[in-house]
């Protein structure tokens, strides 16, 4: 996966950086939102120049405050360019984010309560969750091929057959 995330605080970001890299992702970083909000920038620009439309990151971690800009218009701003871009908001201000973001965004993003382990990361990150919640229905994706489908693909396949068990459930 690629993987952008913002963080201001060095000795959270290099263990952030170095778990994910050795779980062979690509990961590029940033110490303030202002740097974060460039990176994506160009990277978007260089997909946009290739008339790719998958978002440039699989992923965007963010630190709800950092210098220059915080995580919230941050997210703002990656959101008016690609409405479906995956963000974790990896933060102390968990409840914060969660008033903030229904006003400001209007658009879904996940959330990490600090402090949390390296390997929760990874799990969120590489959809852990969803992954065991699939195995509950019998579909069971082989490592090798998990990173496939998308982290959009997996939550409307979970959905749909979270409603299918409700309907089934409720005798419809």
Not at 30 to 39: A, V
């Amino acid at each position: 996966m690629k993987i952008l995330i913002a963080e201001d605080e060095k000795n959270i970001l290099g263990p952030y950086k170095i778990i994910l890299e050795s779980r062979h992702h690509e990961v590029v970083t940033s110490e303030d939102g202002e740097k974060c909000i460039q990176i994506y920038r160009q990277e978007f620009d260089k997909l946009k120049n290739s008339n790719t439309i998958a978002p440039p990151f699989d992923v965007v971690i963010l630190d709800y405050k950092m210098p220059k800009k915080d995580g919230l218009e941050v997210a703002k701003e990656i959101f008016d360019l690609v409405p479906d871009q995956r963000i974790v908001f990896a933060s102390a201000y968990i409840k914060n984010i969660l008033v903030n973001s229904t006003e400001k965004l209007k658009q879904a993003t996940e959330m990490l309560q600090k402090p949390f382990s390296l390997d929760t990361l990874v799990d969120k990150v590489e959809d852990k969750e969803i992954f065991e919640q699939l195995e509950t229905f019998g579909i069971c994706i082989p490592e090798s091929q998990k990173k496939s489908p998308s982290h959009k693909q997996l939550v409307k396949l979970l959905e749909t057959l979270l409603e299918v068990e409700k309907k089934y459930l409720d005798g419809e």
